[in-house]
């Protein structure tokens, strides 16, 4: 007589004790590199992909305004919207959220680097002088 209950199990490819993990694709692999901030003006944004809430208390509803539907964050603590960078909670993956709200992404696009042969062209024109006519 067979025992029903040990075939049944063993015709399982896996007992629930065993996950399968899903390996990541290429592609995926290459969305999560595209993620970029996305501040208004200056200022941190809580739609930003970067922007999180460390108490978990963030999402985004659809909100109709002026007969169009807009994201708009909300906030669960308060039940209201979500104030952004203001709050005691805020935080950014890529840790560029300022003190007084301010993307430090932002405002490194804001303030560019010169160009190196741009630097180079100044430090030889500083060289050029002698030290006798600076006197």
């Known amino acids: 007589m067979k025992n ?21 694709h290429h592609e995926e692999a290459e969305r999560e590199k595209k993620i970029a901030p996305q501040p208004i003006g200056e200022k941190c944004n809580p739609l930003c992909p970067l922007f999180m809430c460390t108490r978990n208390a963030l999402f985004v509803a659809n909100k109709p305004i002026k007969g169009r539907v807009i994201k708009v964050a ?29 993307c430090a992404k932002a405002l490194e696009k804001k303030f560019s680097r010169p160009p190196d042969e741009e630097i180079f062209r100044e430090m030889m024109r500083v060289e050029e002088y002698d030290i006798s006519d600076l006197k």
């Open 74 to 102: 909300q906030c669960r603590l308060i039940g209201g919207d979500c104030i952004g960078g203001e709050c005691q909670y805020a935080s950014c993956r890529l840790n560029s959220l300022l003190p007084n709200n301010k």
């Open 4 to 24: 029903t209950t040990s075939d049944s199990f063993r015709s399982r490819p896996y007992s629930h004790a065993h996950k399968q993990y899903k390996p990541i």
